[in-house]
T-cell receptor
Framework: QKEVEQDPGPLSVPEGAIVSLNCTYS??????FMWYRQYSRKGPELLMYTYSSGNKEDGRFTAQVDKSSKYISLFIRDSQPSDSATYLC????????????FGSGTRLLVRP | EADIYQTPRYLVIGTGKKITLECSQTMGHDKMYWYQQDPGMELHLIHYSYGVNSTEKGDLSSESTVSRIRTEHFPLTLESARPSHTSQYLC????????????????FGEGSRLTVL
């Protein structure tokens, strides 16, 4: 069983929609949670970071961590065609924070 | 914009050849990484480095080797390429590791896509 599960999509939504991307995980020791965005033929780039539980908001993006359910989410409000990319969740333990465990990514397409 | 560069971007090579994938960063980061990424699959850590003259293997078994003679340079070498090595290889660097409010952000290169015939 994978440590991190992520729905591969693709997820296709109209411009302006609210998008919800999710990951589940099995390792209760994970404390650092990230979302990376990867455009086609590019390397991933950090979008959001959350330490332990809670919510974090940055513009149109909100990251949520529910450690009791081992579930993290990324919400995108007012989605734009430029948001079309693959979104990767990643997480790590405190004692081995160099070792990020990535989900397989969800491909998002925002239609104009 | 991240200053980390990988060459070549694309490489098609025959079985048995030796290849080196180059990775350079100009940010002065001590920590560098190599990840392997197949389509629709997770990124897997294959090598990482704490700093000059330190290299460690990641979780995913790999027949590749790395070296870190200079801070800015972290090449990956395959002595004898095989079709099973066909994949995308992503190099990354970070200033620190994640710790509390420090994100430990990884800065990735654009990747080297290797095809072994």
């Amino acid at each position: 069983q994978k440590e991190v599960e992520q729905d591969p999509g693709p997820l296709s939504v109209p411009e302006g929609a609210i998008v919800s991307l999710n990951c589940t995980y099995s390792n209760s020791a994970f404390q650092y949670f990230m979302w990376y965005r990867q455009y086609s033929r590019k390397g991933p780039e950090l979008l959001m970071y959350t330490y332990s539980s809670g919510n974090k908001e940055d513009g149109r993006f909100t990251a949520q961590v529910d450690k009791s359910s081992k579930y993290i989410s990324l919400f995108i409000r007012d989605s734009q065609p430029s948001d079309s990319a693959t979104y990767l969740c990643a997480m790590s333990e405190v004692d081995s924070s160099y070792k990020l465990i990535f989900g397989s990514g969800t491909r998002l397409l925002v239609r104009p | 914009e991240a200053d980390i560069y990988q060459t070549p971007r694309y490489l098609v090579i025959g079985t048995g050849k030796k290849i080196t994938l180059e990775c350079s960063q100009t940010m002065g980061h001590d920590k560098m990484y190599w990840y392997q990424q197949d389509p629709g699959m997770e990124l897997h850590l294959i090598h990482y480095s704490y700093g000059v003259n330190s290299t460690e293997k990641g979780d995913l078994s790999s027949e590749s080797t790395v070296s870190r003679i200079r801070t800015e340079h972290f090449p990956l070498t395959l002595e004898s390429a095989r079709p099973s090595h066909t994949s995308q290889y992503l190099c990354a660097s970070s200033e620190i590791w994640a710790s509390g409010t420090n994100t430990g952000e990884l800065f990735f290169g654009e990747g080297s896509r290797l095809t072994v015939l």
